[in-house]
């Protein structure tokens, strides 16, 4: 069956510091992983998409990786910041691309000042 | 993208008792979702709720527990009937756009339902 795991439920990192979260899944061949921010008690906010032939994708100081032979996708949020502090989600879509997202648990990140 | 709303955003309930929320979409869209989301806990789909079909149920849950109505294109409510403690959870609204990228989906700012 499809899985997806990321890596940890909770990762805390000095502010300033570069945070890294790991998205891994099995049993897919996702044509495009998207990266989402959920914020407690609020739904989740799209924030990056990457297609299977990119390798990596900015925005701001935002970077994702994609690597389909690994089958894994990294999420780089450089200079941290406290307000980067919320829970990550990752969700892979095959080239099925009416069916609904499907979410790993999400790393829940904390920024200390 | 695609502004959702929600109503209630969130509610105290009775065992037994049924609560109806509504998600409204400020431009038509045509695949539209139900998640929920468990204390803790990561998304759950419960049903595609496609406009001019019937909802279509993931394992775990059938219509008699959450009968979803979909009469249009900017507009959907989910029904938890019955309810039981066990229910209480984020209930979510999610829509679908298609774009260069594939398609993208925004979600409403969810319903938090407690029920004693």
């Known amino acids: 069956s499809q899985k997806i795991e990321q890596n940890s439920e909770a990762l805390n990192i000095q502010e300033g510091k570069t945070a890294t979260l790991t998205c891994n899944y099995t049993?897919?061949?996702?044509?495009?992983l998207q990266w989402y921010r959920q914020d407690p008690g609020r739904g989740p906010v799209f924030l990056l998409l990457?297609?299977?032939?990119?390798k990596e994708k900015r925005k701001e100081r935002l970077k994702v990786t994609f690597d389909t032979t690994l089958k894994q996708s990294l999420f780089h949020i450089t200079a941290s910041q406290p307000a980067d502090s919320a829970t990550y989600l990752c969700?892979?879509?095959?080239?099925?691309?009416?069916?609904?997202?499907?979410f790993g648990k999400g790393t829940r990140l904390s920024v200390i000042a | 993208s695609a502004v959702i709303s929600q109503k209630p955003s969130r509610d105290i309930c009775q065992r037994g008792t049924s609560l109806t929320i509504q998600c409204q979409v400020d431009?038509?869209?045509?695949?539209m979702f139900w998640y929920r989301q468990q204390p803790g806990q990561s998304l759950t789909l419960i049903a595609t709720?496609?406009?001019?079909?019937?909802?279509?149920?993931e394992s775990g849950f059938v219509i008699d527990k959450f009968p979803i109505s979909r009469p249009n294109l900017t507009f959907s409510t989910l029904t938890v009937s019955n309810m039981s403690p066990e229910d209480s959870s984020i209930y979510l609204c999610?829509?679908?756009?298609?774009?260069?990228?594939?398609?993208?989906?925004?979600f409403g700012p969810g319903t938090r339902l407690l029920v004693l």
């Open positions: 990457i297609r299977e032939n990119e």
């Open positions: 431009s038509q869209v045509t695949m």
């Open positions: 969700a892979p879509r095959s080239y099925s691309g009416n069916t609904p997202l499907v």
């Open positions: 049993n897919y061949s996702p044509a495009y």
């Open positions: 709720a496609n406009q001019g079909s019937e909802a279509t149920y």
């Open positions: 999610s829509v679908a756009t298609s774009g260069g990228a594939g398609m993208s989906q925004y």
